[in-house]
C-alpha cells in the first residue's frame, strides 16, 4: 500500500475477494483484453476522429515507453489536468501500465489549486493542454514548476517551447513492465471538500473496477451502448455512474464532447446515435429549454442520467416527455459510494428519490448528531461503508480520524432520509461545503484567500439558494479601513488563481457575524438572512 494510505483490513479484503467483488483485474490489463475482444469496435469518437480498441491499445503501450523513458516510475504522482479529449485515455492507461498514479484535477483549477495537487502528492510530472477555453495552461505551468521541487517534467498536450510535447513521447521501444497488483492504488482523486483544499483520494484497482462492473450492471451498459461524455471527464461522476471508464470496461463506445452546450450536445446525439449521457441539474434545466427550439433526431437516447447535485421533482418529471427517454437520477461520492434509481423503477421513485445503493454489500447508517440510528423516514447524517468505498484519505491521518468510525464507516456529511422501499432523498448537509451546480466549493479554503486581502478584516462564506444552479456563494465581509467593491474582491480572487466558480456570486458587507452560543460565527443565521433578502427583492 502506498505511503500515506489507510490499508484495506485483511479480513474485510479477503471477504470480498471471496463473494466476487473484487475479481483481481487492473485497469492495464482491462484494457489489453478489451483490445483482443472488440479488436476493431471504435472505443474513442472525438470530433471526426475514432479510434478502435486495437489502437487505443497500442498508442497506450507507445506512451508508457516515452513515460518510462523520461524515469517515471511505479508509484510516481503525476497530476493530470486534461480536458475531454483521446489524450486524456492515453495518458491515464499508460500511467496504469507502468503503476504510476494519476492525480486527476479539472480543466477549472488554477494556479492555488494545481500548485497544491502538485506539492502535496509529490508529483514527478504534470501534464496539461497548451490552451483550452480561452485560458492559456503554459503562463500558470511555469509559476507551478518553478514553485514545486518535486516536479520534474511539465507536458503539454499542444505547441510549447519550454517543456516536454505529449505528442514526443509516443515511443515504439519496448518498456519494461513493472507488477501491478489489483489492490494497488491506481490513482487519486479530489474530494469535494469541505475543509480547505480539496483532500486526496486513493482508489485501488480491484475496488473501483468493482464499482464499474456493477454500474455497468444497473445502467445496462454492453458493446453496444454510446455514452456521450459532456462533463469533464476527470469528475468521478462521468468518470465511472459508469461513465468513459464503464464504457471502456463494457466494450461500448464513447463520444467526446469539448462541452455541455446543446449546440455541441445535441448533433452529437443525432450523429453517433448517443443511447446514454450524463448532466448535472443545472446542465438538464438548459437542455430541457433547448429542446423546445431543437429538431434534432434523439430517437437513439435511452436514458438521461442526472447527478451531482440534488435534482428537483418539478425539473425531473420533464425529461422523460422532452427526450422520450428514461431518467435515472445519481446520486454518489468520490469517496465510493453511489446510489441509482433503476431502469424500471416507476416515475414517482425516478422524479422523488435519489435511488438506493448499487451494492449488496454497500452498508448505510443514517444517525444523528450522537450517532444514533434514526427512525425510518427521518432525516440523519448518512454513514458508509462497502466494496468501494475508501477507508482513508491520502495523508491526513488527523482528518480520517473525524471523517471515518472506529469501524470504517465513512461519514458523507449529506442528510438524508430513507423510504420505506430503501430509496434516500437528499434532504441537506451537515458539511460546510457549497454545491454550485455539481461544482463542489469548500468556503474555507475561500475564506483564507479573501482573508489575506488588506481591506477584509473577516469573511464568512455560505450557499445561497438559486432556481438554476441550486445554490450559489455569498461571502459576508467585515471591512479593514475602507470598504472594498464587489469588483475589486472578484478581480483579487482571480489574481489569487482559484477556480472561476470559487469565486464569491455575491458580496455582503457588514458590520459583525451572528454568533453561535459557544461564540462562533453562526453560519445557519446568515445563511438564513442572505435567503430572506433574496426572498423580499
Known sequence: MLDGCQPWPHEIAAFYRETDCWRGETFGQILRDRAAMYSENIALTNGEEYVSYKTLDERVDQLAAGFQRIGLKKEDRVVVQLPNTIAFFEVCF????????????????????????????????????????????????????????????????????????????????????????????????????????????????????????????????????????????????????????????????????????????????????????????????????AVKTRSYDFSSLQVIQVGGAHFSSETAKRIRPAFDCKLQQVYGMAEGLVNYTRLVDPDEIVIHTQGRPMSPYDEIRIVDEEDREVAQGEAGELLTRGPY??????????????????????????????????YIVMEGRVKDQINRGGEKIAAEEVEDHLIAHRHVLDVAIVSMPDKFLGERSCAFIIPFEQTPSAAEIKAFLQKRGIATYKIPDRIEIVNSFPQTPFGKVSKKALRKMITEKLANV
Open 389 to 422: 468505498t475508501i477507508r482513508g484519505y491520502y495523508k491526513a491521518d488527523q482528518h480520517n480520524a473525524k471523517a471515518f468510525t472506529s469501524d470504517g464507516f465513512y461519514r458523507t456529511g449529506d442528510l438524508v432520509s430513507l423510504n420505506e422501499a430503501g
Open 94 to 289: 499508460a500511467l496504469f501500465r507502468l503503476g504510476v498514479l494519476p492525480v486527476f484535477s479539472l480543466p477549472t483549477h488554477r494556479y492555488s489549486e494545481i500548485q497544491y495537487f502538485c506539492a502535496f502528492s509529490e508529483a514527478k510530472a504534470y501534464i496539461m493542454p497548451d490552451h483550452f477555453n480561452g485560458y492559456n495552461y503554459l503562463d500558470m505551468a511555469r509559476e507551478v514548476h518553478e514553485n514545486t521541487p518535486s516536479l520534474q517534467h511539465v507536458i503539454t498536450l499542444g505547441e510549447t517551447e519550454d517543456f516536454v510535447k505529449l505528442a514526443d513521447l509516443y515511443m515504439d521501444d519496448q518498456y519494461i513492465q513493472p507488477e501491478v497488483s489489483p489492490s494497488d492504488i491506481a490513482f487519486l482523486q479530489l474530494s469535494g471538500g469541505s475543509t480547505g483544499l480539496s483532500k486526496l483520494i486513493p482508489r485501488t484497482h480491484d475496488e473501483y473496477i468493482y464499482s464499474l462492473r456493477r454500474s455497468n450492471e444497473i445502467c445496462e451498459l454492453n458493446e453496444k451502448s454510446v455514452y456521450l461524455a459532456v462533463l469533464p471527464i476527470a469528475h468521478n461522476y462521468p468518470l465511472s455512474s459508469p461513465g468513459v471508464l464503464g464504457a471502456l470496461y463494457a466494450g461500448a463506445r464513447i463520444v467526446l464532447s469539448s462541452g455541455p452546450s446543446p449546440d455541441e450536445a445535441f448533433p452529437l446525439i443525432e450523429k453517433e446515435k448517443v443511447s446514454i449521457t450524463a448532466l448535472v441539474p443545472p446542465l438538464a434545466i438548459i437542455w430541457l429549454e
